[in-house]
């Protein structure tokens, strides 16, 4: 039995069940490989590495326990995961409901919760630790983020589809930032949103925002390049290349 204080430990719940439209027609983005090795995997694998993670639960497409179970157990030797826990529930229909299960296949000791892409698959373990300290220091929502390199534009909607869209102002970039991933919450207020946010059509994306509805304050810490989103294949190109260089200074 752990000898940790209730609510102390650290759990990264991963949605993965979208499809991933963007990246053209297939298996589901998670599941999309990499350097040969899925996505998803590369994102789990980035989770346990981090010093705070002790727990990770991976939301599945909702017929597809099972099928991502599998593909995991054969991807995540014991001895590769330091001891950290990664467990399988089934999600919803949008990601949403999704990060609403993981949270609910949580157990009691859980106190801080990171939600992670698993499309953001060469987060730095840096920037993990870094959003769990700032929440175990008493941020209640913390993400990553970089700042914005271009300009811009905030336009109306078009007078006719797929005609000019008018310019109606030019937001000052100094201001603004590029939200990464994982995110982190101290648990009570990720359930809060939760239960408090109603779905509406797709549901939220981003779990800071349903937060940010309620009323409680969220702080940026540092976010890293190479927790880019992929989403294009491009992106892929990108992702490849970085694996690359790791592999040359990292050694994996």
Known sequence: ???????SRTAA????????????PGAPKALRALNGTPMLVHAVRAMARARAV?????????DGATEVRTLLSGWLLPETLDGVEVV??????????????????????????LVHDAARPL??????????AAVRDGAPAVVPALPVADTVKQVAAAAETGGPEPVVGTPDRSLLRAVQTPQGFARGTLAAAHEQIAREG???????GMVERLGVPV????????????TRPLDLVLAEAVLARRRITDGF
């Open 88 to 113: 399988v529930v089934p999600g919803g229909d949008t990601r949403q409901d999704s990060v609403r299960l993981g949270l609910a296949a949580l157990p009691d000791d859980i106190g801080t919760v």
């Open 123 to 132: 987060v730095p373990v840096e920037t993990v630790d870094a959003v769990a």
């Open 54 to 62: 002790s727990l990770v639960v991976v939301v599945a497409p909702p």
């Open 1 to 7: 039995m752990s000898s940790e204080p209730l609510n």
């Open 13 to 24: 719940v991963i949605p993965a069940a979208g499809r991933g439209v963007r990246l053209g």
């Open 219 to 230: 702080v940026v810490v540092p976010g890293h390049e190479e927790a880019f989103k992929v």
């Open 202 to 208: 797709e549901g939220a994306t981003d779990d800071a």
